[in-house]
T-cell receptor
Framework: SQQGEEDPQALSIQEGENATMNCSYK?????LQWYRQNSGRGLVHLIL?????REKHSGRLRVTLDTSKKSSSLLITASRAADTASYFC???????????FGRGTSLIVHP | KAGVTQTPRYLIKTRGQQVTLSCSPI?????VSWYQQTPGQGLQFLFE???????NKGNFPGRFSGRQFSNSRSEMNVSTLELGDSALYLC????????????FGAGSRLTVL
């Protein structure tokens, strides 16, 4: 079963625009991560935010976490065609630290 | 540093057969996890192995099994294949069970006819 659910399911934008994806989850978490997957390939880790953090940046990526609302957002600024991919949030909770993934947001960036 | 290597990349089987998939983790990574990815169910956790022991298990039937060798390489086996087993099987490694970030392989695409 999915812990996190991404919204929207699909997003289509023009190059240079910002892309925002959201993730909601159900139970308390230790950490939340975002991963990217290019079509039919493995996932690539983008960023991890711990439950006691509110915001993190990595290059053009900005992640926020609101534990009171059990939600996170991933912002990609100045998007490029190469950002076209599916983006997944993953949460872990309890002692196992096993990331549980949402169904992902499919992002298409038109050149 | 070599990444996570999965073999084979693609395979086609028929119902009732069995399949074995292999995963070589990043050197030094002792934990190997397996996930099944389908369009309908998304990414589902199968199991995790650490030091040759299964540490965590997802909600899959007993037809799905795995093992880990002393060099941390892992295999998963699916017996009595069903059409619904068609999926991308992803292997991921991490340094230990307390580490968070997973490094994924490219996956093994299984088609069951």
């Amino acid at each position: 079963s999915q812990q996190g659910e991404e919204d929207p399911q699909a997003l289509s934008i023009q190059e240079g625009e910002n892309a925002t994806m959201n993730c909601s989850y159900k139970t308390s978490i230790n950490n939340l991560q975002w991963y990217r997957q290019n079509s039919g390939r493995g996932l690539v880790h983008l960023i991890l935010i711990r439950s006691n953090e509110r915001e993190k940046h990595s290059g053009r990526l900005r992640v926020t976490l609101d534990t009171s609302k059990k939600s996170s957002s991933l912002l990609i600024t100045a998007s490029r065609a190469a950002d076209t991919a599916s983006y997944f949030c993953a949460t872990d909770s309890g002692g196992s630290y096993i990331p549980t993934f949402g169904r992902g947001t499919s992002l298409i960036v038109h050149p | 540093k070599a990444g996570v290597t999965q073999t084979p990349r693609y395979l086609i089987k028929t119902r009732g057969q069995q399949v074995t998939l292999s995963c070589s983790p990043i050197s030094g990574h002792r934990s190997v996890s397996w996930y099944q990815q389908t369009p309908g169910q998304g990414l589902q956790f199968l199991f995790e192995y650490f030091s040759e022991t299964q540490r965590n298990k997802g909600n899959f039937p007993g037809r799905f099994s795995g093992r880990q060798f002393s060099n941390s390489r892992s295999e998963m086996n699916v017996s009595t294949l069903e059409l619904g087993d068609s999926a991308l099987y992803l292997c991921a490694s991490r340094q230990g069970t307390g580490a968070n970030v997973l490094t994924f392989g490219a996956g093994s695409r299984l088609t069951v006819l």
